[in-house]
């Protein structure tokens, strides 16, 4: 699956949602969503906490 055809499927199912559920359950599912896609981007490596944390921090790195 290409990611047009996932971010097409997220978009779907955000629209349906607050067609269905109203604003705040799309909020709801929004948040998930994107607890979700960080958590997998974690797994899989492609995300530095420590980097994110530091950033957070307003520590900056030259690396």
């Known amino acids: ?3 047009t055809v ?3 499927g997220v978009g779907a199912v955000l ?3 607050w067609i269905a559920f109203g ?12 607890i979700g896609g960080g ?3 974690i797994v899989d490596g492609k995300l530095d906490v420590h980097a ?3 950033a957070f921090r307003g520590k900056r ?3």
């Open 1 to 3: 699956m290409t990611r």
């Open 39 to 41: 958590v997998g981007r």
């Open 52 to 54: 994110v944390a530091d």
């Open 61 to 63: 790195s030259s690396s």
């Open 15 to 17: 629209a349906l949602t």
């Open 23 to 34: 604003f705040w359950a799309f909020v709801l599912v929004l948040v998930a969503l994107a």
């Open 6 to 8: 996932v971010g097409m």
